[in-house]
């Protein structure tokens, strides 16, 4: 029980500073935006999941994929994962690139949430995960996630003649009940497939 205890709070601790870590990695976004004025309502209407993932070393006549390539859907994602490389980014030219990064650093990536409230400005990178280690790989993974039933959509400042709407506004949950039947795609861009205008160019 006291092992539980101890494990429990630890968890909780480490979420608290990566929830902090996401808002404050939002704050500038909203900063470097013009978009300050918003930012408390945003916040507000974030939900956060903390998921830990275990991906073990491959056996010789098995495949090295470890995660297929996907976007989030969510604002934004910050991984932390063990000494243990494999996450790898697909670049906008269509080439994949190794994160390198030690166990002391943190990938932030946005997601395809965000990049409907940017209308488009943020880029919500393809990854995946390619274990080519001989050891299990850990990793921790924050998603914040705008709240079952606020509707997505971008600031009107956001959106003008240079810059059109390129999703229409849609509820958080009724996508999720979406995506949930649909499942996840590779190569696939699931709010951009439910709710994006057909002349949206690929962010």
């Given amino acids: ?44 209407a974030t939900n956060y999941h903390l998921k830990v993932m275990k991906y ?12 297929d390539s996907h976007a989030d859907t969510s604002i934004l994602t910050i991984l932390h994962q063990n000494g243990v490389q494999g996450l790898e980014i697909r670049t906008k030219d269509g080439d994949w690139i190794t994160v390198n990064v030690s166990p002391n650093s943190f990938v932030v990536m946005a997601g395809e ?4 409230l940017s209308n488009g400005r943020l880029h919500a990178p393809f990854h995946r995960v390619v ?15 705008p709240r079952i039933g606020t509707i997505v959509k971008p600031p009107k400042e956001m959106v003008y003649e ?6 229409k506004p849609f509820d958080y949950g009724e996508f999720m009940d979406y995506f949930c039947m649909a499942g996840v795609k590779k190569d696939t861009y699931g709010i951009k497939t439910y709710c994006g205008f057909q002349s949206e160019k690929t962010p």
């Avoid at 935006?33 to 408390?40: D, F, I, S």
């Avoid at 949430?113 to 409907?116: A, G, K, L, Q």
């Fill in 162 to 167: 240079e810059h059109p709407l390129l999703f």
């Fill in 1 to 44: 029980m006291m092992k539980t205890c101890v494990c429990r709070n630890s968890i909780h601790t480490y979420s608290k500073k990566l929830w902090e870590l996401d808002g404050m990695v939002r704050k500038m976004v909203f900063e470097g935006l013009n978009l300050t004025k918003y930012l408390k309502e945003h916040l507000e």
């Fill in 131 to 145: 274990m080519n280690a001989n050891k299990t790989r850990l990793s921790v993974g924050l998603f914040s996630m």
């Fill in 113 to 116: 949430s965000f990049n409907v």
């Fill in 56 to 67: 073990r070393a491959a056996e010789p006549s098995e495949s090295t994929m470890g995660l």
